[in-house]
């Protein structure tokens, strides 16, 4: 099934439902509008205010994710560049070790312990980032959806998972998908 034929196939609340979830994706048309206006009792005006309030909100958690993937960046790349300078060290420990340079090993073993450590915070920082990374969602928190719709945050979650059942039911992933999906809310 296309996904225009899926689309169709929903009422309009429930393709309201799936715009508000991707709210930062998903422009809402004048339709989506006036239908978000009714059904939070608030005028077209208050409507468009509260959604560019929960939009912007999106787009500063949008922009924390991004800063933290250059944060990643960063760190590979210093991670990298350690283990490179590990290697020439052991390269040189190796080299060093039939000219009985004693002095000159044991600058290298310091030199190369000094770096090792380094290296074990800037793995944990590195695991920090990535479970951050990992655990990030930029969906519209159902809070705010709930704000948007004048409804409470426990309907919000029942609307949500009925659509995803109902989804999982007429387009092909059935009832265990549905059950999976019970940590939602």
């Known amino acids: 099934m296309t996904f225009a034929r899926i689309w169709e196939a929903l009422s309009p609340e429930e393709r309201l439902d799936i715009k508000l979830l991707s709210l930062l994706e998903c422009d809402l048309g004048p339709e989506d509008i006036q239908l978000l206006a009714q059904l939070s009792g608030r005028s077209i005006l208050d409507t468009l205010d509260s959604v560019a309030e929960v ?34 060290i052991r390269e040189k420990i190796h080299h060093i070790e039939g000219q009985r340079d004693v002095a000159g090993r044991e600058m290298l ?66 009832e265990a998908f549905a059950e999976s999906q019970s940590w939602l809310c």
């Open 55 to 88: 939009q912007e909100g999106l787009k500063r958690k949008d922009q924390k994710l991004t800063r933290l993937c250059d944060e990643l960046d960063s760190t590979w790349g210093w991670i990298t560049l350690r283990e490179k300078e590990v290697q020439e």
């Open 109 to 174: 073993l310091l030199q190369q312990a000094e770096i090792e450590r380094a290296l074990v915070k800037r793995r944990r920082q590195r695991e920090r980032i990535l479970t951050e990374i990992r655990n990030y969602k930029m969906t519209t928190p159902y809070k705010d959806i709930a704000q948007l719709l004048n409804l409470t945050v426990g309907t919000v979650c029942s609307r949500v998972f009925r659509l995803r059942v109902r989804m999982a039911r007429e387009f092909g992933e059935g």
